[in-house]
């Protein structure tokens, strides 16, 4: 599974920004689909997840009602629309996968990673 990220950015405070994550192959219909990210001297926090099969979502709380994902299983692709940005959501972005339904958002759970991307917000 490879997964490429983009549309990270620098982006000011009150700002939007929306990430893209081209997976290849049929992952995105199959498997959990997530976003994390990972700011410096912090440890790697899930974001958003979207299941395969049913498209459910589950959100951290800190992004609830700010952060939007979803996808497009025509394109192999999984978006993260991010809306009131703040500093605190300065960090690399990194998408990731797993096989399954227990789409929840502890990055050890996830086996397959992308480069991510930086967003800055400042």
């Known amino acids: 599974v490879q997964l490429v990220e983009s549309g990270g950015g620098l982006v000011q405070p009150g700002g939007s920004l929306r990430l893209s994550c081209v997976a290849s192959?049929?992952?995105?219909?199959?498997?959990?689909m997530g976003w994390f990210r990972q700011a410096p001297g912090k440890e790697r926090e899930g974001v958003a997840a979207?299941?395969?099969?049913?498209?459910?979502?589950v959100y951290a709380d800190s992004v609830k009602g700010r952060f939007t994902i979803s996808r497009d299983k025509d394109k192999d692709t999984v978006y993260l629309q991010m809306h009131s940005l703040n500093s605190e959501d300065t960090a690399m972005y990194y998408c990731?996968?797993?096989?399954?339904?227990?789409?929840?958002?502890?990055?050890?759970?996830?086996?397959?990673w992308g480069q991510g991307t930086q967003v800055t917000v400042s």
């Open positions: 192959g049929d992952t995105i219909g199959r498997y959990c």
């Open positions: 990731a996968t797993k096989p399954g339904t227990d789409c929840r958002l502890g990055a050890s759970d996830y086996s397959y």
């Open positions: 979207i299941m395969g099969l049913l498209g459910s979502t």
